[in-house]
C-alpha cells in the first residue's frame, strides 16, 4: 500500500464516467428536490391565483344561495352545473396534498429518468450532457409540446372536449413527442461520419441537425393536425385565466430547470466514501 492511498483516499471519481446503477440515486434525489421546489412555488404564488379562480368558480353559485345552503362543517364550498356541492377537503388540506403529489411526482420522474439512463446505457454522450438531452426530451414530452396544445385550465372553466377526451389527447401528444424523440436520437446516433455525408451535400454536422430537427417537428405537426382543439365553452375573467395559466406552466417548468441543474451537480460531486475506505483497506 503506498503512501498516498494510505493517507487521504480519493474519493471523488472521475467527473466524466459514467454513473451506472447511480443514476437511480442522481435522478430521485433531484426530482423530490425539485418537486419540494415546484411546491414551494405553488404556495408563494400559484395557490393565490388559485383562490382567485375558485373564488370566481363560486360566486355565482353563493350568490344563489345567500342563506349558506350547501355549505358543510368543512366549510369548502363547490359548484358543479349550477348547484352547490361540498368539497371532500379543506383548502389546506389540498395544499397539504399539493406539497406530497409534488414530491411523489418528482420521484416518479427521477426513476423513469434513470430505467431510461440505464435502458440506453452508455453513448459517446458525457454523463452531463446526456443528462441535459434526457430532461429536455422529457420536458418537451410532458410540458412544452401539451402546453401549446391543451393549456391548462383553472377551476370553473367548463372548455368544449369532456376531461376524458382532454386527457386521452394529452397523453397521445407525449407518446407522438417521446417517440419523436426516440426515433430522433437513434438516428443522431447511427449518422455520424461517412454515413452522414453520403445523405447529401449538407455535410456530417448539418445532416444530422437536419434529420433530427425534423424528426421531432413531424410527430408535432400531425398531432397538431389530428387531434381536435379545445376552446373554453363559457365566458371567464380574461386575466385570472392568463394568470392562471402562466403560473401553471411556470411551477412546471421550474420543475423541469431544477432537475436538470440540481442533477448536474449531483453528477459533479458524486462520492463514494465507503468504496473508498473499502479499496484502501484491500491494498
Known sequence: MDDISAGFPVTEPDRHSWPGVGWLRIAVLAGIAAGLVAAAFNLGVAERVLDEAIGLENAPAATSSADGAGATDHGEVGRTHGGLV???????????????????????????????????GRGTLTPQRFWLALVAAGAWALLILPALKYPPLPPGVEAVLEIEERQINYLLLVVAAGGGVLIASAVWTRLSGEGARSLGPLGSAATRVVSVAALLVVPVVVAFLLLPADEIA????????????????GSQALFWVVLAVLGLWLLEHRRLPSFARRRTADA
Open 234 to 249: 363559457v365566458s371567464f375573467d380574461a386575466g385570472v385565466l392568463a394568470r392562471f395559466r402562466l403560473v401553471a406552466i
Open 86 to 120: 361540498a368539497e371532500p377537503f379543506t383548502r389546506d388540506q389540498q395544499k397539504g396534498g399539493m406539497i406530497i403529489g409534488q414530491g411523489v411526482v418528482g420521484l416518479a420522474l427521477g426513476l423513469l429518468l434513470a430505467g431510461v439512463a440505464l435502458m440506453l
